[in-house]
Each structure stands twice: as structure tokens, then as C-alpha cells.
């Protein structure tokens, strides 16, 4: 059974080797700075919703070595002197972050550790896998959110989901804006709301389909929403719903809805829609489920399919057709000196030194820019794209945000923890400085993202250094 | 910070509804039997690796409700009756299961549960979420083995895996033939190999790359792995993993390898090779990793590319490009009478009864075909096409074996915990059982899964029956 009282141990192998090789050297009491940024944005769209920061932050505070731990790293070979050392490990370094929630766009830094080189090491892949998991389920379900629009949607992920990914994914879901899970777990976890209708096994386990929505019926006479599709949509299981409907009616309540989960989803929902109207039922919404996206939901809307409500499972939970958001973690400052890492390929050449972002905001208020900034850097004039050094952006006079605030210093955490329905809320909230443009599902306009001048001179004597004199 | 010690919790809001709504109905003291089995092969390959068995075993074992859980109910408006009812609730219920590691193919049960309605229900989510990912992830694995060869591959993938979703994910790696893991959670939670490099932080925190490439050396003189690609693979990495070979021969030690992970690594691995070798440095071996699948790894043995180790990452721990394996729970029996569910789709229709699994093989030992069948049958001389019932196989004078077998009765685990190799042993065992008509990658000849005649006529009676008696 999966237990992570061991957090430590959610980690690399080579973390722990290199770890041991830094404190060997004695390099554990130099300083160094890490940056989380991620290259590429998912679902072929225009941005990140970041997710996972309180999550990150308490398995931070958790990250320890217990003695079963430090048994198993001794069994594999690690020297007693590292694992003393690791006995007593606990994060104290400082963590600069955007707010959970934030837009984010690639190449900018959207976290940054300063901490001795050692535990800012050792955090890098279990940062790595919380943040980037969580940032891709909350920016698919944004999108899943922009073309639901005003109607509900529920994640039914889990039994699909990739094992325990599921309890991120689930709070992800809400915070890019699901409105409830079927995942228990995460709710209790998260106090995040909760929906659910009811499986063919319900129906199956009577003798006939009416006696099971009869039996739900008079369990749940408030909340039922029944599956009518195990025997024949239309002409079975819509039959036998009008009829638990106006039994409802009779006893002072009223169905819920309807739920389709096969099928043509679009020719159904009209079908369904039109009969119990006819017969009197507006107030029955129609649930509709079965390997929903952003794109099925769009094509429903498209043909003007009346469903209220919904399910989306396996494409939200796992982020289809992703899986995985490319964010990495580089180091860009040792000891004092800034560092960077040169690649084949310009467009993975890593930014130095300690940085900041500001993100300007134009005329009504809509994000305009991003400009990657040394830390000592204030309020710049212009900024150059990071690859093409004619193509430079003015900035004058705009209001601005700093985008990286301390969230934890000296391990001390220095953010209150938020609820998952605030973070939501302000997701909401950020989307609307994004332009349509932006936010389109498929070939949106490119932010602005650049650099400073400053920090581009930095890049540019460091990777000259290093490319003449033999690394 | 997540600890499933509730976890009972690890379920759809659903089950527990319908569970209540089964207690509350009197009908928790009715047996209910449903079927794990899959529609749709992965990776446009034609089988699965059954995986995940030990782990599903394991938490069913510690499936519970702790007061925690409890109270966290009644607030979601459970009654307290039901709630006394999940205090001491433990799964009693019986699992046939194929083996762990098993072949196994579209529509045939791979596991079945025997139990009360309430606990088979209950346990649906888990079992669907554990299953699914972990039998995904070794037919994944299984695939890059098989397109690898002789040549070791490493799982790398924890840094993009979903979440806790690794844990699964590296054993499952291992299981369908990964030599190694890089998640040492997973490591010590399963005993399974750890293997790893340096990450280019360990050569940026050195002023320059030979220094680190030397301090590496003194500290893991027999087990050092120098990554080239910080600076210029060629010109500088190479040259320095050189210097270093050979101050480590100077000392007795050679270095195991150098590793790319980025450029072109069929042109890079056939330049370093050749280098490597002008050097008398035939024993170094050369590590590749970045974006590698079985694809990749395919178009790299074809241009020849002399990499001895590929590390795997994002790709194999995800599952992409799939994501998810389609494997769903369907009630056959209740309270001693068969059931089924129907679907507008004719390919969904679920079969109903008590029923195994019989493989056939041919006179060369090779899987021939598997028959479902009724409990109750044995041997058959014959099977049917599960949609096309004139097309008929014959199934006379062959070896054969049982597929499902009794894993836990009346809630006690009636086989001995296995450790991952064995499992992985078996699966490379298995596939010897299978043609490479059914092995290859893309297009794969299908293999026949039949039913029996009595099975068939049992699931067109029902049919017939539900269908024109309403539900």
C-alpha cells in the first residue's frame, strides 16, 4: 500500500547520487538557483494554467528521511556520513513562485528555488511531477471549461486515471473550472464538491429497469439522475424515467435528470430533450458522458445538442492527448555565478542568474507582455525575443505585475494556504486579461515573452565563455 | 500529503450511493459476480499485459473505512445505519484472476469478483484505476523491450509521470521489461533495480566540465556515467569523458558510459562511437535518453545507431500515445441469474453468467485461441465468433489451460506474494507463446477470442428477453 511517509525517497536516483557527491566535496553549503519553466505549451494551445504549488509546498515541508529510508540508501551503497546528514535533512531554502493558478507562458520562469545546492537537488524531481502534472490537468480543464461555457461539467476520471494521479488530477479539474469530481478521495482530501448518478450495475442488480429507478427514486428522491441507456435509450430507459418522474412529482419532489452514456450523444439529446418537454419535464436535465473532450463538447455545442451537464473522464484525467507537461527544472546560479546550460538546438539554451517576471498590462487591462528580468532589474522600457535580437518591444508607461513572490524563505512557508475554490476563482479571474486570440483552442497567437537587456548581455558572455573555452 | 490509509475513500462518489442504496434495500446479502475485461488493444498492438494484480490484491486487503472516512460521510448526508454497516466493512468476497503478468486479449474476463452486491460494487473504482494503468504501462514497456532487444532500457520517466501515478508505473516498467528505474520510491516499495546518470546541474555547479566530469570519477570510480551534451557533445563533452577514461584506467577503474540526451542520436552515437573507439575505449558504453519510445527506438536500431542502454522517460511512465487502457467492470450475475447490459453498439453487448477463460495452444506451444465459456463447462470442442456466429473454430485434440484462477476466497488471499521479476519473467515466458504476427508493433494479425455455444445462447436469450419485455 502506497504510503509517502518516505517523501524523501520520491525522488531520482541520480538526485541522491549527485546529492552525495555535492556534500562529499563539502559543496553543501554553497548556494544555487533553480528555475521551473516548461517549453511547449500543451494541446497545441496558448497557455499554462500553473497548478500544484500548495501541493509542491507541502510535501516540501514533508520531505524528509525516516529510518526506513536511511536502511534502504545504506542497503544501495550511500556512505554513513551522507546519510547523517540526510537524517537530519529538511528543506531551508526559498522558493519564489507565481500564484497557483497564474497563466503562465514558456521560457519564463515560473518558480524559482535558492537554496544550498543540495536540497535545492534533491526537490527537483518531485517538484518536477507534481507541478508539471498539475499545471497540465488544471490548463486542460480551462479548456474543457472554455467550450462547456455557461454548463456544468463533472470530472469521472478515476477509474481511468494513471493510478494515484488521480488525487492531483481531480483538484486540478476543479481549479481549471470542472464543477464537481466523482473522486472521493479528493474531495475529502481537498473539500472539493462531489457528484455522481448511478452505474448499469444499479440496473442490472433488479429484475427490471423501472423497479431500479423506482428503488433509487425513493432513496434519493431529491437527487436522482438516472442511466437510461442499459437496455435501449429511447425506447426503455427514457419510458421508464418519465414514468419515475411524475411519481416524483406526485410525492412533492422532481427527478434531476437523465443520463446518457452511449450513443450518438447529439442525435440523443434532442430526442430526449423534445419527448420530455412534451411531456411536461423541462426542469430534467439531460447528463450526457462517454469519452468527452473539449472538441466533442465543441462539436455538440456546434449542432446545438441540449445536454445541461457534462461527465468528462479518461481525456481530463489524463490530459489527452498529452499526457505530460515538458517542465524543467535548470540551474542558473552556483555559488554567486550565473550559469547556464547550451544545447544543439538554440531554443533550449537555459536563462542565467537570479530572475524575476513582470507582466505588463495594456490599455483594457489585458495581459500585454511577460519581460524575464534580472532580480535587481525594476520596471524596463523594452524587451528583446529570446531567440531573434532585432525583434525588440517597447514598454513604456504600462501598469505591471512582479510575477514571482516569495512563497516560502528559510523553509518557512509565507503564503497562507489556499482553498481549491479560491485558486479556481482566480484562474476565472486571470482568464479574462487573456485575448480570444490567446485563449482559442488550436493555433492561438503567440504571447509576448522576452528578456531583458541585462539579462540577454548575461546569456550571451556566458555562452560565448563557454563555447571557447572548452566547457 | 497524500496517504491512503482510508482507503475505502479510493472510489467514485457513485459506488457509495448505490452502495447505500443496495444496504438500505436489504440487498447486501445478495451475490453479485462482475467481469474485468477490456474492448480495445493499445498502442494499435494486438494484446495486453495483465498487470497490477499484487497491488490490487494489497489494497483490496486494506480496503477500509476509518473514522476519518466515517465522519466525512455522514457530512456528505450518508446514514448513520449504513455508515455502522461501513465501519466493519472488509472485502469477504471471492477474486478469479489470470495470472499477474498474463497475455491477454479484448472481450475475455481477466479478472471476476464473487461477493455481496455491496462489495463488489465498492471496490469497482479501485480495481478499474489500479488494473487499467498498471496492465497499460507493462504492455508499453513490454513493446520498447521488444523493439530494444539485446540492449538495456532504463525507466527515466518520473519527472513527467501523472503524479503518484509512478509509483504503478515504474514497477509495471520493470514488470514488462525494463531493466532498471530511476524512481527510488519505487525502488525500495518493490525492490526493484535503481539505476541513473548525472543531470547537467552536477557539471554547471563546476567551473568548468572537466572538473566535474573528474570529481564525479573519484567519488563512483566503478560506476560513473558522464553525461556530454552541457556544452558541445563532440567538441568538449566527449573530449573530456576521454581525459577522464582514461585517468580512471590509470587508477584500475573504467568508465561505464557516456550519455546524449539531446541533438541527433543516431549521428551523435555513431560519432562518439567511432571516437571512442580510435581511443581504445571499445568498453564505454554509450547511454541515449530524450523523447525515446519504441518508435524512436526502432528508427535507431535501423540507422544502426550504437547506443547500448536507452533511457526512457515521459513516453513509457505516461503510456502515451494512448493514455489509458479502456478496461471496464460489468455485472453477469445476480442472486444466482445471469444479466447483461445492451448497447446501441453491438460490440458492447456484455456477457452474462459465471464464466472462465480457456487457452488453447497449438502443436507448436504457441497460443492458439481462447474461449470464454460458462463456469460450468469444460474443455470445448468448438467456439463462436463473439458477433459473427457463423464463423466457427474448432478446437479439437489441443493442450490447454485454465485461465482464471482462485486469488482470494472469502476475502483470503489464496496465492503467495510474487516479487516483480518473477512476474517479469513470466511475461517474457508468456510471449513466447505468441507469433510475431501478433507481436509487431502496427497492424497486428488478431487473435481469436471465441465463446461457447452454451455461453452464446445464454447472452441472446437475455438479450431477447430484455429487450422485448422493457427492461
Not at 288 to 308: C, F, G, T
Request: hydrophobic share 40%.
Amino acid at each position: 500500500m502506497i504510503n509517502l511517509k518516505n517523501t524523501g525517497l520520491y525522488t531520482d536516483f541520480y538526485e541522491l547520487t549527485m546529492a552525495q557527491g555535492y556534500f562529499l566535496n563539502g559543496m553543501h553549503k554553497k548556494q544555487a538557483t533553480f528555475d521551473y519553466f516548461y517549453r511547449k505549451n500543451p494541446f497545441h494551445g496558448g497557455y499554462v494554467v500553473f497548478a500544484g504549488l500548495s501541493d509542491f509546498l507541502d510535501e516540501l515541508e514533508a520531505f524528509q528521511f525516516g529510518q526506513d529510508a536511511l536502511n534502504y540508501l545504506k542497503a544501495k551503497g550511500f556512505q554513513d556520513s551522507f546519510l547523517e546528514y540526510l537524517a537530519d535533512f529538511r528543506f531551508r531554502g526559498d522558493i519564489y513562485s507565481c500564484k497557483e493558478g497564474e497563466i503562465v507562458f514558456p521560457l519564463e520562469p515560473i518558480l524559482r528555488v535558492d537554496g544550498n545546492i543540495v536540497e535545492a537537488q534533491l526537490i527537483e524531481s518531485m517538484l518536477l511531477n507534481i507541478l508539471n502534472f498539475t499545471s497540465l490537468i488544471a490548463t486542460k480543464a480551462v479548456r474543457i471549461r472554455h467550450e462547456a461555457g455557461e454548463r456544468k461539467f463533472a470530472d469521472f476520471g478515476l477509474r481511468r486515471a494513471q493510478g494515484l494521479g488521480s488525487v492531483y488530477a481531480s483538484k486540478a479539474s476543479i481549479i481549471g473550472g470542472a464543477n464537481s469530481t466523482s473522486n472521493v478521495f479528493a474531495g475529502a482530501e481537498y473539500d472539493i464538491p462531489l457528484s455522481g448518478t448511478m452505474a448499469h450495475s444499479w440496473v442490472q442488480s433488479f429484475d427490471t429497469e423501472i423497479e431500479a429507478f423506482r428503488s433509487y427514486a425513493s432513496i434519493y428522491p431529491n437527487s436522482c439522475i438516472l442511466l437510461i441507456d442499459t437496455y435501449d435509450t429511447i425506447n426503455i430507459g427514457l419510458k421508464n424515467a418519465i414514468t419515475i418522474a411524475k411519481e416524483l412529482e406526485e410525492k412533492g419532489h422532481k427527478l434531476i435528470g437523465v443520463r446518457l452514456d452511449s450513443g450518438d450523444l447529439a442525435y440523443l439529446s434532442k430526442e430526449v430533450r423534445k419527448i420530455l418537454d412534451q411531456q411536461g419535464l423541462e426542469y430534467v436535465n439531460i447528463v450526457a458522458s462517454n469519452q468527452l473532450d473539449e472538441y466533442l463538447i465543441r462539436s455538440l455545442n456546434l449542432q446545438k445538442a441540449p445536454i445541461d451537464v457534462f461527465g468528462v473522464g479518461t481525456r481530463l484525467i489524463t490530459g489527452a492527448t498529452d499526457a505530460a507537461l515538458d517542465g524543467v527544472y535548470k540551474m542558473s546560479e552556483y555559488d554567486g555565478e550565473s550559469r547556464l546550460k547550451i544545447s544543439d538546438n538554440i531554443t533550449k539554451l537555459s536563462l542565467p542568474g537570479k530572475k524575476n517576471v513582470i507582466r505588463y498590462f495594456n490599455s483594457v487591462n489585458q495581459f500585454y507582455a511577460d519581460a524575464v528580468i534580472l532580480e535587481d532589474e525594476k520596471d524596463i522600457h523594452e524587451m528583446i525575443h529570446p531567440h531573434y535580437k532585432d525583434k525588440r518591444c517597447r514598454l513604456l508607461d504600462m501598469d505591471y505585475e512582479t510575477l514571482l513572490l516569495p512563497v516560502m524563505i528559510q523553509g518557512e512557508r509565507k503564503i497562507k494556504s489556499q482553498n481549491t475554490e479560491e485558486i479556481a476563482e482566480f484562474v476565472q479571474d486571470r482568464l479574462l486579461g487573456l485575448d480570444g486570440s490567446i485563449t482559442r483552442l488550436e493555433n492561438p497567437h503567440i504571447y509576448k515573452v522576452g528578456l531583458s537587456d541585462k539579462l540577454m548581455k548575461l546569456r550571451d558572455s556566458i555562452a560565448f565563455e563557454k563555447q571557447n573555452n572548452g566547457g
